[in-house]
């Protein structure tokens, strides 16, 4: 299966948190069909294991169980990467959850809950890949922000918080490391289908639906896309850059 659709990623190694479903797999799955070999990593370690055999890919395709706000843990599937496949090329931080309520209702346990996934998490992961990367002297990282990091949205300002300061964390890590030939560059994508998303209300998903220009939510793949794009060398001049996939929103 290696090398299909051209192989944008041919041989390189890339981890993805929160991979075992949603839009981390469809990004494992991206990165596998494009010639990666591919760490599936998820707190649900046994929810990463059946991703990872969906995927199908034998010998390019490992899981590992890994909660991003661990720093032991963090370390180690880099370190897995590294024994397993001899390199780490790639790191998809893409690990997330929700705790929406306004203010009001929202509780300190809400706030430091989604701040810690996101925003610790997403720091763990890029400090851990970085000291891989800069050795090697090449790398991508790619951070998964919002829209709801540059909007702001209601009943989120934990998670907006988050998903605005992983695109300050992107632009200061590019900083840091492109003397280094490690690339960092953040995704912001809208309303996409996922489990996530399922557990909106269904009215308040038609009428965020009809705010986008596109008329309609994105797939995980859609996501998926842009981050391919990302990871391979078709953006070797791009660091710190911020990719808005939401189907017109916002813009
Ligand atoms: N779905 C959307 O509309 C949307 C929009 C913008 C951004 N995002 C972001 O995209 C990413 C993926 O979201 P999704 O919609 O696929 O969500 P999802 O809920 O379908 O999947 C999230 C995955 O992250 C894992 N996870 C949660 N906490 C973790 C932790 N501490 N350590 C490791 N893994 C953990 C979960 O087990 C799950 O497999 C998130 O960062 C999310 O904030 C999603």
């Not at 809400?110 to 720091?123: R, Y």
């Not at 489990?195 to 009428?207: G, S």
Request: with cysteine; glycine share 14%.
């Amino acid at each position: 299966m290696a090398g299909v659709n051209g192989g944008l990623v041919l041989g390189r190694t890339a981890v993805v948190t929160g991979a075992a479903q949603g839009i981390g797999l469809a990004i494992a799955r991206i990165l596998y069909e494009h010639g990666a070999n591919v760490v599936v990593t998820d707190q649900d370690a046994a929810l990463a294991v059946t991703a990872a055999e969906g995927l199908g890919g034998g010998e390019s395709v490992s899981s590992l169980g890994c909660d991003v706000t661990d720093e032991e843990a963090v370390t180690a599937a880099v370190g897995h990467a590294v024994d397993r496949f001899g390199r780490l090329d790639i790191l998809v931080n893409n690990a997330g959850i929700t705790r929406d309520a306004t203010m009001g209702k929202m509780t300190v346990a809400d706030f430091e809950a989604v701040v810690d996934v996101h925003l610790k998490g997403t720091w763990l992961g890029v400090r851990a890949a970085a000291e891989v990367m800069r050795q090697a002297r090449s790398g991508s990282i790619i951070n998964i922000s919002s829209l709801s990091g540059k909007s702001g949205n209601f009943g989120q300002t934990n998670y907006s918080a988050a998903k605005a300061g992983i695109v300050g964390l992107t632009k200061a890590a590019a900083k840091e490391l492109a003397g280094r030939g490690v690339r960092v560059n953040a995704v912001q994508p809208g309303l996409i289908r996922t489990a996530m998303t399922a557990a909106m209300p269904p009215d308040v998903f038609a009428a965020r639906e009809a705010d986008i220009p596109m008329k309609r939510a994105g797939e995980p793949y859609e996501v998926a896309g842009a981050v391919l794009f990302l990871a391979s060398d078709l953006s070797s001049y791009m660091t710190g850059t911020v990719l808005e996939v939401g189907g017109g929103r916002m813009m």
